[in-house]
């Protein structure tokens, strides 16, 4: 996952390559955040973060003729800086929702009806995450800079972090933590592509990416330094930081030795694939029963 400062949905904008050089300036010298220009630059960027006309990564798709070779994402760092930046520019407030008080910088999130996007009591998202049309947030919670795409459920007591991907009918279960980051701005967020489903009380973190269609089974904890382990073939085949396409995910662990004694470690095993050529619903079943996994 390269990062990279320029847009290529808005390239070509001179008035966001404009607003762009502001929030760097502004970056690299925190007093010009009192400079009208720099605030507003500031202040625009986050309103388009929680319109979805703007989103911290997003996908590229690289072709060779007429068939989609593969998929890569762009980071734009200066939009992480623009959500860094807008912290300073807010003081804490008193927010009022019936009975209920909050006290906070950053505001609630407004708006669901005319988003086409279910909320449930206590669903919180903030200010600045975008949800597409037809999400459900059952009790849970997205926080600023986050992207959660159209048809995808953020199940109770789920946890969208700052930043963070998720891609178009995706299933965060009951208890998932999708990890945020916002330093260093160069890091990648975590990203979970269209149509995953991430089993109960997982955990992502540290800007891994989990490829599209794939199941991860309930308990399964992948950071950069977790060890994601094919063990289809004759060899295992290893992986760090991404989950390849339609793999079938759970926890695992490996025997390392300590001055203690040997010990399991833990890991993720990938134990088989989702068949694309089946509906998305269809195949999750089969999965689910032929390798028992828990959700």
């Not at 996952?1 to 001179?14: H, K, L």
């Not at 929680?50 to 072709?63: I, S, T, Y």
């Not at 708006?111 to 086409?116: K, L």
């Given at each position: 996952?390269?990062?990279?400062?320029?847009?290529?949905?808005?390239?070509?904008?001179?008035h966001l390559v404009t607003r762009q050089a502001a929030v760097e300036a502004a970056w690299a010298d925190r007093s010009l955040l009192s400079n009208p220009?720099?605030?507003?630059?500031?202040?625009?960027?986050?309103?388009?973060?929680?319109?979805?006309?703007?989103?911290?990564?997003?996908?590229?798709?690289?072709?060779t003729g007429s068939e989609q070779a593969s998929q890569d994402w762009l980071v734009h760092d200066w939009i992480k800086k623009a959500v860094i930046l807008y912290f300073p520019l807010c003081e804490m407030q008193t927010m009022e929702v019936g009975p209920l008080e909050f006290h906070?910088?950053?505001?609630?999130?407004?708006?669901?009806?005319?988003?086409?996007?279910?909320?449930?009591?206590?669903?919180?998202?903030?200010?600045?995450?975008?949800?597409?049309?037809?999400?459900?947030?059952?009790?849970?919670?997205?926080?600023?800079?986050?992207?959660?795409?159209?048809?995808?459920?953020?199940?109770?007591?789920?946890?969208?972090?700052?930043?963070?991907?998720?891609?178009?009918?995706?299933h965060l279960s009951g208890g998932v933590?999708?990890?945020?980051?916002?330093?260093?701005?160069?890091?990648?967020?975590?990203?979970?592509?269209?149509?995953?489903?991430?089993?109960?009380?997982?955990?992502?973190?540290?800007?891994?990416?989990?490829?599209?269609?794939?199941?991860?089974?309930?308990?399964?904890?992948?950071?950069?330094?977790?060890?994601?382990?094919?063990?289809?073939?004759?060899?295992?085949?290893e992986y760090r930081g991404v989950v390849p396409p339609r793999s079938v995910v759970i926890p695992g662990t490996l025997p390392r030795t300590f001055p203690a004694g040997t010990y399991g470690v833990p890991c993720a095993l990938i134990i088989g694939q989702r068949k694309p050529s089946t509906d998305k619903k269809v195949s999750l079943n089969e999965v689910l029963r032929t390798h028992a996994l828990a959700v």
């Open positions: 996952m390269a990062a990279n400062t320029e847009n290529p949905t808005t390239r070509g904008s001179q220009e720099n605030r507003q630059a500031v202040l625009d960027t986050l309103a388009d973060l929680d319109a979805g006309r703007l989103r911290v990564a997003e996908p590229v798709v690289h072709q906070d910088k950053i505001p609630l999130k407004k708006g669901y009806a005319a988003m086409g996007v279910r909320v449930v009591p206590h669903a919180i998202a903030r200010y600045g995450a975008f949800l597409a049309n037809g999400v459900v947030m059952m009790p849970s919670y997205v926080n600023i800079g986050a992207y959660v795409d159209e048809g995808s459920m953020v199940d109770t007591w789920a946890t969208v972090g700052t930043c963070a991907q998720i891609g178009k009918r995706v933590g999708i990890g945020g980051v916002l330093e260093p701005v160069q890091a990648a967020p975590v990203i979970i592509e269209d149509d995953c489903f991430i089993g109960s009380r997982c955990i992502v973190v540290e800007g891994v990416r989990v490829g599209r269609e794939a199941v991860l089974g309930a308990g399964v904890v992948l950071t950069q330094s977790t060890k994601i382990i094919d063990v289809n073939g004759a060899e295992p085949v």
